[in-house]
């Protein structure tokens, strides 16, 4: 399995940390079964868990099979416009006990830069070594995606927002998480 350590916007964690967000997308990415280290760019800074990916969909390798659902098909074509064409399937989230900072990488690794998309981290053994030692939670979901969930594939974050599964699971969390600084 190939682990990487992948930036991630803290607005579209949410729907991750949630467990309603059931794929990744993105135009590049590894061809197989990847771990993912979550680190959250923006004003979070900070790696806060693992991510198991499954192996990707190729979108445009398989609009035909949702041309029988065409609200999938349209979201699927828009992505595809967008060149956003790999779906990956989110086995599951783990998150640390504590989140890791960019200072304290820094304090490790002087000078480290998180990439803008993600980096194989057998090419950086020190940051791999720093991020296996960290303690990690139970896992907060696991995804069986043994068949496409057409409900979910291709959603944006924004309409991931406006279902009531989110509404109803962000009022529960909104009253124990400051998502501004991303604590949990």
Do not use: W
């Amino acid at each position: 399995m190939k682990e990487i350590f992948l930036s991630f916007r803290p607005e579209y964690f949410k729907p991750l940390l949630y467990g309603i967000k059931k794929y990744e997308y993105r135009k590049r990415f590894c061809d197989e079964k990847t771990r993912a280290y979550l680190y959250l760019s923006g004003k979070s800074k900070q790696v806060v868990g693992v991510m198991e990916l499954d192996q990707p969909i190729r979108l445009d390798f398989t609009r035909e099979n949702y041309v029988n659902d065409l609200k999938t098909l349209k979201r699927v074509d828009e992505y595809i416009l967008n060149k956003d064409i790999n779906a990956i399937p989110i086995e599951s989230l783990t998150l640390f006990d504590n989140p890791i900072s960019l200072d304290e990488i820094r304090n490790e690794i002087p000078n480290f830069m998180p990439p803008q998309m993600y980096f194989v981290l057998d090419n950086h053994p020190k940051l791999k070594s720093l991020l296996e030692k960290q303690p990690l939670n139970e896992r907060l979901f696991v995804h069986s995606h043994e068949a496409i969930d057409y409900d979910n594939l291709a959603m944006s974050v924004r309409e991931l927002e406006k279902t009531d599964e989110f509404k109803k699971l962000h009022s529960l969390h909104e009253v124990n998480h400051d998502f501004d600084n991303i604590k949990y």
